[in-house]
């Protein structure tokens, strides 16, 4: 298998959402109307994601699950949403597989965290609006 091809699968999975239903939209992601975006409020949004990956509903999704949901996203046509920022480093662990926590670790750590300026753990919207676009 070609080194490439896992590489693609992680980005895939992580940012191929339907613009139509993009949920990383600031307003989308404020869901108490702070005026700011918590790990909490990210992670409320990437929950589903994260079950839909988790095909056998194990509460872990392991390496094949990761590559056919983005081989799915792929094959369906869904355009990028969140390409924004490097690509999250996946936690997967020795047996192949990544529970939710390390989902969540890799997408903050990637796409939220660089931008807090302030360094409060969230951001508001002139740190999100620093985002990659």
């Known amino acids: 298998m070609?080194?490439?091809?896992?590489?693609?699968?992680?980005?895939?999975?992580l940012f191929l959402v339907a613009a139509k239903d993009d949920p990383f939209t600031f307003?989308?992601?404020?869901?108490?109307?702070?005026?700011e975006v918590s790990r909490a409020e990210v992670e409320r949004v990437i929950r589903p994601m994260f079950?839909?990956?988790?095909?056998?509903?194990?509460?872990?999704?392991?390496?094949?699950?990761?590559?056919?949901?983005?081989m799915k996203k792929m094959m369906s046509g869904d355009r990028p949403a969140m390409m924004r920022g490097k690509r999250p480093k996946m936690n997967f662990d020795r047996n192949g597989n990544m529970g939710f926590q390390g989902f969540a670790d890799g997408l903050w750590n990637a796409q939220f965290a660089p931008h807090d300026a302030d360094g409060n753990g969230r951001?508001?919207?002139?740190?999100?609006a620093k985002r990659p676009k």
């Open 51 to 70: 079950e839909e990956i988790d095909s056998d509903r194990s509460g872990l999704v392991t390496k094949g699950e990761f590559r056919s949901f983005a």
């Open 2 to 13: 070609s080194k490439f091809l896992p590489a693609v699968a992680v980005f895939a999975a």
């Open 27 to 35: 307003a989308a992601l404020d869901s108490d109307a702070s005026g």
């Open 123 to 128: 951001l508001d919207s002139a740190e999100f």
